[in-house]
């Protein structure tokens, strides 16, 4: 049964990833049908990535009264909705109140199920779960352009993904039976049931401020580098536009295939190692793009960094227990993926200007700096919470 649950929870890991990069792909098609500005897909973004933020500073309270399994086929359920209303909606702001279901119930089941998966199951299984995001991450540009092509509209695209979590959400119903019910956490001086822990509780935590820069850090350099490679290969290297958009994209495959393969080093070296490791990639893929080597060389440092990205996020998810405890384990990943999604909302906005008023040449300078804070935080983190 034990294992039946971890197959399932591996499907809900790839149904995570399928509608996060739908948008992307539909939304050529979708602003034109509007009739609103291209930019538009920034504020249904924006809206998803708040919904996002605010359920995940929820996930302790959440967890703590209805537990991981109901959380999870709760907040399937939510983005399966959300998803069936993009699927009929033609209005644009129609698109943005389902929006906000869809960011809702994508922060709440990522912080719970990682912590279940941090607090139940070895390190490398959180390494390939995180792999079976990344397929599904991949599948969902794929069913978007498979329903383009075939001349059934970006509304089915959506509709089938939506198809897909329904399924997945009555797969999740018919499991709750599997899932380890959490034990009732009690306070140690009070004898009463413990609460949940409120961000100005989680800040206190001996570590907290520095684990949650560092997550910060690390989703700041994984989203700015995947934003903004294609541009720096082409504006600043001189790369054809069509070679540069391929060779992005092997960003992301070398996160995907460096998690797959992170999950079998992960039996052999500790989440810390994994982390530094990362950190190491990272620094040499960043010192390739720094250095004059031909233009072509810096396709190489990309897929580095994409290598080096590929075990930090599952190894501090991971780590989290060990550093804090089971008992905080669940508010301190809850805050953790809200400061991944401020992460992914500030910092690759930010070198947009920075690109804009000096010159996208700073790319990989600006990822080195976010690079060395991320570092350094790593390894305050390990002092603090050093037993």
Known sequence: MFQLLLAIIYLAFISLGLPDSMLGAAWPDMYAEFGVSLSYAGILSAIIAAGTIVSSLQSDRLTLKLGTGKVTAISVAMTALALFGFSVTHNFWLLCLWAIPYGLGGGSVDASLNNYVALHYESRHMSWLHCMWGVGAATGPYIMGYALTGGLGWNNGYRIVSVMQIVLTVILLLSLPLWKKRKTEVNKETGEARKPMALRDVLRIRGAKEVLICFFCYCAIEQTAGLWASSYLNLYKGIPIETAASFASMFYIGITVGRAISGFITMKLS????????????????????????????????????????PIYPCIIHSTPAHFGEDKSQAVIGVQMAFAYMGTLAMPPLFGVIANVIHVALLPLYLFVIMILMIVMHEALIKATAK
């Open 271 to 310: 989440d810390i190692q994994m982390i530094r490791m990362g950190q190491v990639l990272i620094l040499l893929g960043l010192i390739i793009m720094i250095l004059p080597f031909n233009a072509y060389t810096s396709l190489a440092g990309f897929i580095m960094i994409g290598l080096g990205c590929a």
